[in-house]
Structures are given as C-alpha cells and as structure tokens.
C-alpha cells in the first residue's frame, strides 16, 4: 500500500474505532432483557439434551458404540414447541487444538419420534420429546477424528486395529472367559486397550431447529468401551441421577465457598426433590420438606443440589486420563472419578413477568457448584419460581469424553418478613 493509500484508510479506520466504542458503551448502559438462567414464557428454550444407550443392558450409558441403537430425550420450556427439525453430522472433524468442524449436515433418520412426560420429576412445563436412531456400523471408517497421534502409541493402522476390535467383539464374551490363552494377555492390555478406546472415538452433533427460528445442538460420543469393558482401565459413562434438590437458608455464612458442613442451628436446609436414599449428614443442619421459605434479613440463601454420593454410596463414574512424559514422551494413564456439576434455570409466575421490574426478579449464581448463591426476589409480590436443575458429569484429560446428564424440576414458594422489604425499600430510595 503507497502512502497515499494509507492516508484515504486511516480515516474509515478512526470511524469504525468510535463506532465500536460507541457500540460497546451503549451495551454496558444497557440492562440485558433476561438472564441465561431465566425460562421466558415466550421463547421455547432447551433445558437437556440426554442420551441412552438401547443396545446396552444398562440403558443409563450415555455412549453408543457403531451399528448401536440410542434414545435421544431433549427436553424444552419456555414457549411451547409445536415444530422440531432434526439434523446430523457423523463427521465432526477435531483439531490439533480442539476446534472443530461438523460437516456433511444431514437430515436425521430416526426408528421413532415421540413426545415424552415424566411425571415423577417434571410438570406440564417441560416438554419432552424422544427419539431412536441407529449409529452407522462403519462410522469408525468414514469419520476423520480418530487420532494419529493414539493410533501411533497402538503400533497399528486405523483400519488395523478396527479390524482386530470388531474381530474380538463379534465373539461371545463367554467363549473369550473360557480360553485360557486369551485370558492370560488380558493383564497385559492395561495400556493398550485405554489407548485404543481413545484413539477409536469419534463425536458425533445433532442440530434442531425449533419452531422454525431456534437453532441448536448437542455433542455425544461413538467409542467401542462398552464391548471392552473387561479389559483393564477401559470404563463406560452413565448418566448421572439426580436424588437432591434444596435450598439452604444461612445466617451469616463465612466468605469463601459454602458447605454444608459450616451449617450450625440458626441454618435451614429446604429439601425440595428427594429421590431414594439420602445421608441426612450431606443436606445441611436442620432439614425440612417445606416448599415454602420464609425470605429474612441477615440471611443467605444458596441452591443445593446432589455431589454424586449423596446417599452415602459414591454413584460417579471411573475414567483414564492419558498425558505424556515430558522426558520420554511416553503415556501416562491415571485413573480417577469424574466431577459432577450443576446448571441451573428458573421460571417466576407469568403474571410477575408481565408486571414487575427485572431488577426485582430472583437471580442466581450460576459456577457449576454443589452450592450455588441464590438472590431472592426483592418484590413482596413474587410469590415463588420454578427450578429446573442439570446435573453433568466432567472428566478432564479424556479425548472426546461422552458427557452424560439428568434433569430435574422442582418449586419453591416465598414469604418476606417486614424487615427484609423495608431493607429492600432503603437501598432503592432516593
């Protein structure tokens, strides 16, 4: 570029800085009109997208293995869904740094579609919809995203080691227990099976259009573990279960995290959704089954929900992480339990949407946490919301782990003493 083309630019260039800072200033003026955490009434949100496994015995697995068939449950609220367009891609290529492209959209093939209520954990508020599909049997040979760098350490071919996978698992596991011979190498693929099960997964991603204008999608994982799982290190995931949701009311917590275990006898564990066997030591101090919370000044409150071994039993799933040697490069396997997490999303009364302020709606803090803070509503006329909590599982130092999760739905109702609306008038008077 000559000089005198610099000259014509620089001007264009100082516009579109002020435009952009005008723009961002605007935005930072500017109150958003909802919260991802908040369920409007007049657009139809996704709360859950889980995934089973119907070849499985165990249905709770949340990864297909090829020519598997799999239950897809997505669940909504908000607006009320009256159109769903399906679409997948079995070829998601994955980066070096982990980007990725899903290519060869298409239409989703399904066995069966059909709307779902579970009425044991929700209410007509959500809206469920499930569907069958079947994974290609060949999609280990058409997907890009197998790893070279794995398939190295294997010492075989893509194709190879695909071949020796699906040879040993179209045999009958009873007749593999019964060889001797093949039983005394079994010890022996404590590293090769991990390493061959990570390097033989593929991710797959479904698209859905709903109602015509909302678009989005879901990730799950195609592996061979569960064919394998007697082989040393090789684990299958499952969905979580969700057995706890509460609210915990708290006077004067320490700063920091929260945990049930600063709870004393002014504190308050609210136990709203309770599903099997529960250790009363993992709710809090002074547990109630009212769904009623009277909202006090001086008091914190904070969602609470299931740590995966809530009923005393660890209910988390075991996984291998691989990293390398920094000397040797050689592969390092650690086995260890996946984190489970929460997400949550709440829904006031339609009538207190339409009437009230957004700045006096219920607001939460939404880390991932066991114990997230809740901010109660500071209009008297709110009189409760509804929850919706996810609950995920997390495994760092897995490739492409399936992400397996459960949903439930709950209400909370709320009562305000004097002083905590009297406060409430003396922050926002003049």
């Given at each position: 570029m000559d000089r005198k083309s610099k000259k014509q630019t620089m001007p264009f260039i100082c516009a579109v800085i002020v435009w952009i800072s005008w723009l961002l200033l605007a935005i930072s003026c500017t109150s958003w009109p909802t919260r991802i955490e908040r369920i409007d009434y007049d657009r139809p949100r996704v709360v859950d997208f889980v995934y089973k496994n119907l070849s499985a015995s165990d249905t709770a697995i949340c990864e297909a293995a090829p020519g598997d068939t799999m239950l897809l449950e997505a669940w909504f609220s908000g607006?009320?869904?009256?159109?769903?367009?399906?679409?997948?891609s079995w070829d998601v290529f994955v980066g070096i740094y982990g980007d990725d492209t899903a290519r060869n959209i298409i239409a989703l093939q399904t066995i069966e579609e059909y709307s779902i209520q579970d009425t044991t954990r929700f209410t007509d508020a959500t809206q469920g919809r499930a569907l069958k599909f079947v994974i290609p049997p060949d999609i280990m040979l058409t997907n890009q995203s197998v790893s070279r760098e794995l398939l190295e350490l294997t010492g075989f071919s893509k194709n190879e080691l695909i071949g020796i996978i699906e040879q040993i698992r179209s045999v009958d596991p009873a007749t593999l227990a019964a060889d001797t011979q093949f039983?005394?190498?079994?010890p022996l693929l404590d590293k090769f099976g991990p390493l061959a099960m990570s390097a033989l997964t593929v991710p797959v991603r479904v698209f859905v259009t709903l109602n015509g204008n909302y678009k989005t999608r879901s990730d799950?994982?195609?592996?061979?573990?569960r064919h394998f799982t007697w082989v040393p290190g090789v684990y299958v995931n499952r969905n979580p279960e969700v057995h706890f949701i509460g609210i915990c009311k708290v006077k004067n917590p320490p700063p920091g995290d929260f945990r049930v275990g600063d709870m004393d006898e002014n504190d308050t564990t609210f136990c709203l959704y309770l599903r099997g066997a529960a250790d009363p030591a993992r709710m809090g101090s002074n547990i109630t089954f009212r769904d009623t919370i009277l909202i006090d000044k001086g008091y914190s409150?904070?969602?609470a929900c299931d740590t995966g071994f809530f009923s005393g039993v660890d209910m988390r799933d075991t996984a291998v992480r691989v990293s390398f040697d920094s000397t040797t490069?050689?592969?390092i396997l650690e086995t260890a339990q996946e984190d489970w997490r929460s997400r949550w999303f709440i829904q006031h009364p339609e009538i207190t949407i339409d009437t009230g302020y957004y700045e006096d709606f219920a607001k939460l803090n939404n880390t991932g946490n066991f114990y997230?803070?809740?901010?109660?509503?500071?209009?008297g006329n709110i009189t409760g919301m509804r929850i919706w909590m996810q609950l995920f599982d997390t495994f760092f130092g897995e490739r492409l782990r399936p992400y397996g999760s459960e949903l439930a739905e709950t209400m909370v109702y709320f009562e305000y003493?004097?002083?905590?609306?009297?406060?409430?008038?003396?922050?926002?008077?003049?």
């Amino acid at each position: 570029m000559d000089r005198k083309s610099k000259k014509q630019t620089m001007p264009f260039i100082c516009a579109v800085i002020v435009w952009i800072s005008w723009l961002l200033l605007a935005i930072s003026c500017t109150s958003w009109p909802t919260r991802i955490e908040r369920i409007d009434y007049d657009r139809p949100r996704v709360v859950d997208f889980v995934y089973k496994n119907l070849s499985a015995s165990d249905t709770a697995i949340c990864e297909a293995a090829p020519g598997d068939t799999m239950l897809l449950e997505a669940w909504f609220s908000g607006d009320e869904i009256w159109s769903l367009e399906w679409e997948i891609s079995w070829d998601v290529f994955v980066g070096i740094y982990g980007d990725d492209t899903a290519r060869n959209i298409i239409a989703l093939q399904t066995i069966e579609e059909y709307s779902i209520q579970d009425t044991t954990r929700f209410t007509d508020a959500t809206q469920g919809r499930a569907l069958k599909f079947v994974i290609p049997p060949d999609i280990m040979l058409t997907n890009q995203s197998v790893s070279r760098e794995l398939l190295e350490l294997t010492g075989f071919s893509k194709n190879e080691l695909i071949g020796i996978i699906e040879q040993i698992r179209s045999v009958d596991p009873a007749t593999l227990a019964a060889d001797t011979q093949f039983q005394a190498i079994v010890p022996l693929l404590d590293k090769f099976g991990p390493l061959a099960m990570s390097a033989l997964t593929v991710p797959v991603r479904v698209f859905v259009t709903l109602n015509g204008n909302y678009k989005t999608r879901s990730d799950f994982s195609v592996r061979y573990n569960r064919h394998f799982t007697w082989v040393p290190g090789v684990y299958v995931n499952r969905n979580p279960e969700v057995h706890f949701i509460g609210i915990c009311k708290v006077k004067n917590p320490p700063p920091g995290d929260f945990r049930v275990g600063d709870m004393d006898e002014n504190d308050t564990t609210f136990c709203l959704y309770l599903r099997g066997a529960a250790d009363p030591a993992r709710m809090g101090s002074n547990i109630t089954f009212r769904d009623t919370i009277l909202i006090d000044k001086g008091y914190s409150y904070f969602m609470a929900c299931d740590t995966g071994f809530f009923s005393g039993v660890d209910m988390r799933d075991t996984a291998v992480r691989v990293s390398f040697d920094s000397t040797t490069n050689e592969p390092i396997l650690e086995t260890a339990q996946e984190d489970w997490r929460s997400r949550w999303f709440i829904q006031h009364p339609e009538i207190t949407i339409d009437t009230g302020y957004y700045e006096d709606f219920a607001k939460l803090n939404n880390t991932g946490n066991f114990y997230d803070q809740l901010f109660p509503p500071l209009d008297g006329n709110i009189t409760g919301m509804r929850i919706w909590m996810q609950l995920f599982d997390t495994f760092f130092g897995e490739r492409l782990r399936p992400y397996g999760s459960e949903l439930a739905e709950t209400m909370v109702y709320f009562e305000y003493t004097r002083q905590y609306l009297e406060a409430r008038d003396d922050l926002f008077s003049p």
